[in-house]
């Protein structure tokens, strides 16, 4: 087995740990609400999210080829597998500080920021390397860090923040017209009612908030595994694979092979059900306090924006859209039940993700170099 091919393997390995601590970063996002409005408990909703999980990233690939090949310009920098390495330990290591303090930061941008750093630091600083603009005709397929990280970073918190505002703002509508029509309708539009119908409602939503999550955040470690058995297979590191690493040969350059889709999928699960409680937690309780129907206006307010934003290839992130979904619906309930000192936290760590996981995927290509390992 050649150094390079061992390269490739500590790729897809380095890759597949990034996928687990998103699990328990990231999807916990995704179950949060329906965890912390006690529709299921946290088992039913692992195993619900991992299903839709799955079925999700099976929906489409147009953020993991956004990941691969829409952000850093390979003809300036050899998109080596020491990069992606660092790349995606610089994400880990940031995702893990924040997981530590319950902090939901996200985990795209965390592999955004480590692989600008790492591009970076491969290219001698060059800021060349990075794709800022690519205008096309239809604003939808532009590419570039612009279009693709910039542009959905501000406008999908502000979406799901308006989204979440307007769903329970339009649901309280029509219990309080409901409450004052009197009789049998009036009956219905009490709490108990309420809470029993979007109990049953919300095991929809976290379906929905589950197969968006898929179409989404799933995809981005795909297209990192893509990216690095593309360019080995160029490099010829594949040629003499033993048989039983056959199924490592990219079928197609333009296609994610199923083996990566259903493995990232079930890592993503696995990590979900070892440690996310920290972060539902704080989305779940501490932000604002949830019954159901606030759960199903945040869950399909923020489902519906990741849906969209997977099919026009953006790699929003989970955690901004659940996040200010629950902002959202905490205003339209009482602005006074926000909790400002935990939001106040998770906007410090969504302003920092990118340099900080930037930086350490920068150092950490910068160690190698020194090491003459690159």
Request: aromatic share 8%; hydrophobic share 55%.
């Amino acid at each position: 087995m050649t150094t390079a091919l061992v390269l490739v393997l500590a790729v897809i390995l380095t890759a597949l740990v990034f996928e687990y601590i998103n699990g328990f970063h990231d999807t916990a996002n995704s179950i949060a609400t329906v965890v912390a409005t006690k529709v299921l408990n946290p088992t039913q909703a692992v195993v619900l999210a991992a299903s839709m999980n799955l079925i999700g990233a099976l929906a489409g690939t147009a953020v993991a080829k956004t990941i691969s090949s829409g952000l850093i310009d390979a003809e300036v920098v050899v998109v080596s597998s020491q990069l992606i390495i660092c790349a995606l330990s610089g994400g880990i290591v940031w995702n893990l500080i924040t997981w530590w303090f319950g902090l939901p930061s996200s985990s795209s941008h965390a592999l955004i920021g480590g692989l600008i750093g790492a591009a970076l630091a491969a290219a001698g600083n060059n800021f060349d390397v990075l794709i800022w603009s690519r205008v096309a005709e239809d604003w939808t397929k532009s590419q570039g860090i612009f279009w693709k990280v910039i542009v959905p970073m501000i406008s999908s918190p502000v979406a799901g923040f308006f989204l979440g505002l307007v769903m329970m703002g339009t649901l309280m509508a029509v219990i309080s017209a409901m409450n004052g029509a009197g009789g049998w309708i009036a009956r219905i539009s009490r709490p108990r009612w309420v809470n029993a119908l979007f109990g049953k409602a919300q095991i929809f939503s976290a379906g929905y908030m589950g197969f968006a999550h898929g179409t989404n955040d799933a995809q981005k470690t795909m297209g990192i595994i893509a990216l690095a058995l593309i360019g080995a297979e160029s490099a010829g590191t594949l040629d003499n694979l033993p048989s039983w690493l056959a199924f490592m040969h990219p079928g197609d350059s333009e296609g994610i092979e199923t083996w990566i889709v259903v493995t990232c999928a079930l890592v993503m699960a696995a990590g979900t059900a070892a440690g996310g409680w920290r972060i539902i937690k704080t989305l779940g309780h501490k932000m604002v306090k949830l019954h159901p129907i606030h759960g199903f206006a945040a869950e399909t307010s923020s489902a519906t924006i990741l849906t969209l934003a997977a099919h026009f290839g953006m790699p929003v992130s989970t955690t901004h859209s659940i996040s200010t979904a629950i902002m959202g619906v905490g205003v339209a309930k009482n602005p006074r039940a926000l909790r400002w000192s935990v939001i106040q936290k998770i906007v410090w760590a969504w302003i920092l993700t990118i340099p900080a996981s930037g930086g350490l995927a920068w150092l950490m290509f910068k160690g190698l170099e020194a090491l003459g390992w690159t």
